[in-house]
């Protein structure tokens, strides 16, 4: 039976993630900052692991207390929506080394026991917004393309060990709470500073005319095709939204 383990799991994406390759017969290990069992199906094959992806102790503590997997999905970040002149760069490095040098540290964490064993999988799941312009998004855009371009050299560098490296790219869901943590509860008049109103307003308005949208289960489905792949392909839209990007691109 094959482990997966899979980071950021307290909700969204990473939480149905989990119960999908749960649901599948999998071994899985659930991590998140703080763990809550009551999150997860209750089972002897759902573990669920504290994991802080930005600190070191916590990564290696969590990787000898899982043991060994068959897969890890890089999921853990930090959403980020704004003018960029208005981030801070406090701001900036947080979502950075969430979302790029966490992504980074657990993929070198786990590499040597895949190099030994000849086989495993890392799945990074980055975003959407790496398909297509975007905008009040510079800081998290620039953060899942880094994750984009390393994945795409590592695939490369792993490939004659029998280790794969692929991408999943989640299109625009309303049903997380990707919004609020991404403004941290604030307006758009808060968010934003007076000369940038009139075009954030017109590109908020546009978003969300929108006709489609990515649900929880796209992108457990499409980390679950990414872990199984054997063609090389490197990545996997997921959601309609998120397809129809990578088609125009």
């Not at 930005?54 to 890890?72: F, K, Y």
């Not at 017109?202 to 980390?223: C, I, N, P, W």
Request: net charge negative; glycine share 8%; aromatic share 6%.
């Amino acid at each position: 039976m094959k482990t997966v383990l899979i980071t950021g799991t307290s909700s969204g994406y990473g939480r149905e993630t989990a119960r999908h390759f749960h649901a599948q017969g999998w071994n899985v290990v659930a991590t998140m900052r703080t763990p809550r069992a009551d999150l997860l199906p209750e089972s002897d094959r759902l573990r669920v692991i504290a994991l802080d992806v930005t600190r070191p102790e916590s990564i290696t503590a969590a990787l000898d207390a899982a043991g060994p997997i068959d897969v890890l999905v890089n999921n853990a970040g930090i959403p980020s929506i704004g003018v960029f002149e208005d981030t801070p760069m406090a701001r900036v490095r947080e979502v950075f080394e969430t979302n790029t040098f966490g992504v980074l540290a657990m993929t070198q964490a786990v590499l040597p026991g895949f190099r030994e064993r000849g086989s495993g999988v890392v799945v990074n799941v980055t975003s959407s917004v790496v398909l297509g312009h975007m905008p009040l998004s510079a800081v998290y855009k620039a953060s899942k393309a880094a994750v984009e371009g390393f994945t795409s050299s590592l695939a490369l560098e792993l490939a004659p060990l029998g280790v794969q490296a692929k991408t999943v790219q989640p299109g625009a869901c309303l049903t997380t709470n990707f919004g609020e943590r991404a403004t941290d509860g604030r307006s758009l008049d808060d968010l934003v500073p007076p000369p940038y109103a009139a075009f954030a307003k017109k590109a908020l308005d546009g978003f969300m005319s929108q006709d489609l949208y990515t649900h929880e289960r796209d992108v457990a489905e499409a980390v679950w095709q990414a872990a199984h792949d054997t063609t090389g392909r490197l990545h996997f839209p997921a959601g309609p939204d998120a397809v129809r990007l990578a088609e125009a691109k």
